[in-house]
């Protein structure tokens, strides 16, 4: 039994460390926002496959969660940051060579219901999807594709080259494993390559028996709608726990956001948007109910606090953030039931006519980077007029929830819990 072993990475939210000036920022030093009316991105290019992929959205969003209810309890005290639009690609691209119960337990896991979305439904959606995202004239910086690394003995059937290229933009690349050190370098190059840098030396060592390495990575950058100010950004405490605290860069602009308080949860909710189509939905619970707000955590939450949140003026205090995690998905993907595809009774016939493949490792790096200029991405129209008056603060100084969406497609793109924004 040869082995596919599967790389899921993603390379981080905003890269912008260099980036001190945003065209078009019409911020004072005092961190007030001036009065200025701004138009909300259109959804008049009417994209034919607007309907395809927003018809996958609700799997993507349940797939988020779900897997996120099967990280925190393990990272207990830890960051968790991954990209559910990398983790899903890379399985449905697995899925192109999996058969019978493997492919049924891939899509479960996955949230798909196959008695009501076709597998021809989920393979237009996610071509779409990633045509959506892949587009360069995108005020929003997101770059996402797969590369599938390959043994000269390993030969892909024509039918799954060609839906790998077409529905995933993937690379096909073929790679030596008898030469583990030169395979390795091959695959670290690529993923730096196409992360710019942020992920390196992913990959510590393969098997010369390997029969390929399948690879996806995201890559965002973004700039704030309205940047924070660096010239208020001040040394503050951050309580990681009842007993310890952190000091960190916190930033500060005093603007109108979507916001909304959770009285039954006991969190605070502001959306921070983006330039272009994505926003950044923060969750701050109250101290102590950061365990009570996660196990909540559901599409009806979500839905709840998007039909909730209300246009008001506040004093937003958040940190800056820079952090790399990693994640097992193979343990979190057990977890939903997704247990064939890794043993010997795994049936990727389909790759080679063969069903000789299983899953031996499928794990996920990550990279953030939070900061006055950019990181998130936003859905809302803001039209913002002080007043004297002054508003409520909403200073996130404790663990918090992040998770950053495109607003046209629907989809989750990266989701947090950040626990220390300064723990490398």
């Known amino acids: 039994m040869s082995n596919i072993y599967l790389c899921v990475l993603l390379a981080g939210l905003c890269v912008l460390a260099n980036c001190h000036h945003v065209p078009g920022h019409q911020g004072g030093h005092d961190g007030h926002e001036h009065p200025q009316e701004d138009q909300p991105p259109t959804e008049s290019h009417q994209e034919n496959g607007l309907l395809s992929y927003r ?10 969660l779900k897997f996120y209810h099967q990280v925190h309890p393990k990272a207990d005290g830890k960051n968790i940051f991954f990209s559910p639009v990398s983790i899903v690609s890379a399985f449905l691209l697995v899925a192109l060579g999996a058969k019978g119960n493997t492919l049924d337990q891939i899509l479960s896991g996955l949230c798909y219901n196959q008695s009501m979305t076709s597998m021809q439904e989920i393979d237009d959606g996610v071509h779409h999807l990633l045509q959506w995202l892949n587009r360069p004239e995108a005020k929003l910086e997101l770059s996402t594709g797969s590369a599938l690394f390959t043994a000269d003995k390993f030969q892909l059937q024509q039918e799954i080259l060609n839906k790998a290229r077409d529905l995933f933009h993937a690379d096909v690349v073929p790679a030596n494993f008898k030469n583990p050190e030169e395979a390795v370098t091959q695959i670290n190059s690529y993923i730096e390559r196409k992360t710019h840098g942020k992920l390196v030396d992913v990959v510590k060592g393969l098997d010369p028996e390997m029969a390929m390495v399948l690879v996806n990575y995201v890559f965002m950058k973004g700039y704030w709608e309205k940047p924070f100010n660096h010239e208020l950004t001040r040394k503050k405490a951050f309580s990681i726990n009842n007993e310890t605290t952190v000091q960190v860069d916190m930033m500060y602009r005093d603007g109108y956001y979507l916001t909304y308080h959770d009285d039954e949860l006991d969190c605070d909710v502001v959306q921070i948007p983006y330039q272009g189509n994505a926003s950044a939905l923060f969750i701050l619970p109250q101290k102590g109910k950061l ?3 996660e196990q909540a955590l559901g599409r009806e939450v979500f839905l709840k606090w998007e039909a909730s949140q209300k246009l008001r003026r506040i004093e937003l205090s958040l940190p800056k953030v820079s952090l790399y995690t990693s994640h097992d998905v ?10 064939e595809v890794f043993t010997d009774q795994a049936d990727l016939s389909a790759f080679t006519g063969h069903p000789d493949l299983k899953i031996s490792k499928a794990y996920h790096k990550a990279y953030l980077n939070i ?4 990181t998130e991405a936003a859905a809302a129209t803001v039209i913002e007029i002080v007043p004297t008056s002054l508003p409520p603060a909403v200073i996130f100084d404790r663990p918090y929830l992040l998770m950053v969406a495109d607003h046209v497609a629907r989809v989750p793109l990266f989701f947090a819990r950040i626990m220390n924004p300064i723990e490398h």
């Open 55 to 64: 018809k996958i959205a609700p799997s993507a969003l349940d797939f988020t």
């Open 371 to 374: 900061h006055e200029n950019g």
């Open 291 to 293: 365990h009570q707000v």
């Open 330 to 339: 193979k343990e979190a993907l057990i977890g939903l039931g997704v247990t």
